[in-house]
């Protein structure tokens, strides 16, 4: 049973358009999310989080917004640039577990055309 | 990000012979990870490490061993390779919230 979902595997935007992907999760015990970057051969990157007690983390051009009721949050990437494509893993923890594990949904591979 | 090297980088072994994979941070974190991506699955949690000699199964642990007797090394064992486990691996450490990755490591078995 997956915990954290992305429905999207794949999403293709040009250049300059704002690029939204989306992540959903069942365990209402979860309050901070992460979203990672995956070029490929590479590491996941981080790149922005959100804490619970928030709705939206803005960091220069990406934002994640949070709705803990519907158990939603989406990565905005405005505006899109080619260097973006990479695939986009968002992750779910819960503060204080034993071992700081993250829970990581299936990514959705970006493509940003010039 | 953390310093956390991986190796080998890339290993082709054949099914039965038992491989390790290494991981080594400079970042002194308290926790590491072991994670398998695999398409379709994104990042598998193998094993983790919440201290020296301190570790736990993660989500997909059978098959793998793990070993951690310092602090910067955790050591990951497939204790006899089946095609199965032909995978991305990839450790990360944490000292925190987040979780930094290495850059992980290719291993195919025949």
């Known amino acids: 049973d997956q915990q954290v979902k992305q429905n999207s595997p794949s999403l293709s935007v040009q250049e300059g358009r704002i690029s939204i992907l989306n992540c959903d999760y069942t365990n209402s015990m979860f309050d901070y999310f992460l979203w990672y970057k995956k070029y490929p051969a590479e590491g996941p990157t981080f790149l922005i989080s959100?804490?619970?007690?928030?709705d939206k983390n803005e960091d220069g051009r990406f934002t994640v917004f949070l709705n803990k009721s519907a158990k939603h949050l989406s990565l905005h990437i405005v505006p899109s640039q080619p260097g973006d494509s990479a695939v986009y893993f968002c992750?779910?923890?819960?503060?204080?577990?034993?071992?700081?594990?993250?829970?990581f949904g299936g990514g959705t591979r970006l493509m940003v055309k010039p | 990000d953390a310093g956390i090297t991986q190796s080998p980088r890339h290993k082709v072994t054949e099914t039965g012979t038992p491989v390790t994979l290494r991981c080594h941070q400079t970042e002194n974190h308290r926790y590491m990870y072991w994670y398998r991506q695999d398409p379709g699955h994104g990042l598998r949690l193998i094993h983790y490490?919440?201290?020296?000699?301190?570790?736990d199964k993660g989500e997909v642990s059978d098959g793998y061993s793990v070993s951690r007797s310092k602090t910067e090394d955790f050591l990951l064992t497939l204790e006899s390779a089946t095609s199965s486990q032909t995978s991305v691996y990839f450790c990360?450490?944490?000292?925190?919230?987040?979780?930094?990755f290495g850059p992980g490591t290719r291993l195919l078995v025949l």
């Open positions: 959100i804490s619970s007690i928030k």
């Open positions: 992750a779910a923890s819960r503060l204080g577990n034993a071992g700081n594990m993250l829970t």
């Open positions: 990360a450490t944490s000292g925190g919230e987040t979780q930094y």
């Open positions: 490490s919440y201290g020296v000699k301190d570790t």
